[in-house]
C-alpha cells in the first residue's frame, strides 16, 4: 500500500527527492526510514496528519518531509547529501504518538525500499 521511489546516484553535495504513495494510508503518521546492511533502521522524519513533522537530529536542516495532499504523497527533499547517506530508504505508515515516531514496531505498512548512493 505504500511505494516508495526518487531513489538513485548522486554526487556529494547534490539532492534528491524521494515519494511515498500512500493510498488510502494519507489519515496516517507517514515517516522515512533508513538501513544500512547489517543494521538497524533508522529513523529519518515523520510527519502526522495535523501536518506536524519531526526529525533526526542527523538530518534536521538538510531534510525536509511534506505532505503533497492532491497527490496522496509524501516526499523527502533531501540536500546536501553527504556520502553517510548512502542506504536504503524506506517510508512507513502507522500510529505513533509524537514522542514515538522514532519506533519502527509502531508502524503497520512498509515501503519496498529505494537505494540512495551518494559517491564522494
Known amino acids: 500500500q505504500l511505494q516508495a521511489s526518487g531513489g538513485g546516484l548522486v554526487q556529494a553535495g547534490g539532492s534528491l527527492r524521494l515519494s511515498c504513495a500512500v493510498s488510502?494510508?494519507?489519515?496516517?503518521?507517514i515517516s522515512w526510514f533508513r538501513q544500512l546492511p547489517g543494521q538497524e533502521r533508522e529513523f529519518l522524519a515523520g510527519?502526522?496528519?495535523?501536518?506536524?513533522?519531526k526529525y533526526a537530529d542527523s538530518v534536521k536542516g538538510r531534510f525536509t518531509i511534506s505532505r503533497d495532499g492532491p497527490k496522496s504523497a509524501v516526499s523527502l527533499q533531501m540536500n546536501s547529501l553527504k556520502a553517510e547517506d548512502t542506504a536504503v530508504y524506506y517510508c512507513?505508515?502507522?500510529?505513533?504518538?509524537?514522542?514515538?515516531?522514532?519506533?519502527?514496531?509502531?508502524?503497520?505498512?512498509w515501503g519496498q525500499g529505494t537505494q540512495v548512493t551518494v559517491s564522494s
Open positions: 512507513a505508515a502507522g500510529r505513533p504518538v509524537y514522542r514515538a515516531y522514532e519506533q519502527t514496531t509502531l508502524y503497520y505498512y
Open positions: 488510502t494510508l494519507s489519515n496516517y503518521v
Open positions: 510527519t502526522g496528519t495535523g501536518r506536524s513533522t
